[in-house]
């Protein structure tokens, strides 16, 4: 029986390195490899990678990037492309932020938000969102949360290699994404 992929939340996953927070604007900074505490899940393409964020509306938002439009009208037989925005205004926690896009009627084309818990999420790829914690212990809880949300079975996270992309299938198992897929 073929497996089908459009009934999961989640595609893929991949554990990635990521360098500390200060170290990200200074490109000359040398990385050491010990610091395994991001990882990138690739949704679905019927979800909104900015509607992932609910889960984290505790969360204060320390720096915030986001390039946005207004969404255009679905049925409509020429649809309207809507210039793309930066967004000035700054927002004390996610909630605000969700609550000011939904009221707004927005659509968030790229966002990078820097917590003041130390943790970032920002767009990574085509409807992929990359997920940085202080530490591997977080990453590990984070990523097992999200995991379970999805509805997926637990997945043994130390198993997975660092920078490799696995797929995840409706029967529970974890299979290597292959190059060309």
């Not at 999961?8 to 610091?35: A, F, K, V, Y």
């Not at 700054?90 to 009627?105: A, G, I, P, R, V």
């Not at 202080?134 to 660092?162: A, H, M, Y």
Request: charged share 25%; net charge positive.
């Amino acid at each position: 029986m073929k497996d089908s992929q459009e009934y999961i939340l989640i595609r893929s996953l991949e554990l990635r390195h990521s360098p500390w927070i200060s170290e990200m604007d200074n490109p000359n900074q040398l990385q050491d490899g010990g610091t395994h505490r991001s990882f990138i899940i690739q949704f679905n393409d019927s979800i909104d990678r900015i509607s992932m964020l609910i889960h984290f509306k505790h969360l204060s938002i320390l720096k915030m990037e986001l390039c946005y439009r207004k969404k255009g009208a679905e049925n409509r037989k020429k649809k309207k492309q809507y210039p793309q925005h930066k967004m000035r205004l700054s927002f004390d926690n996610t909630l605000e932020l969700l609550t000011y896009l939904s009221s707004k009627n927005y659509k968030a084309d790229w966002f990078e938000i820097r917590f003041k818990n130390g943790w970032v999420i920002q767009h990574s790829f085509i409807n992929g969102l990359e997920f940085i914690t202080n530490n591997t212990q977080e990453r590990n809880l984070l990523f097992e949360r999200l995991v379970s949300l999805s509805g997926q079975g637990p997945i043994d996270i130390d198993s997975l290699e660092i920078n490799q992309t696995y797929t995840l299938h409706t029967d529970g198992r974890v299979k290597l994404k292959p190059l060309f897929f």
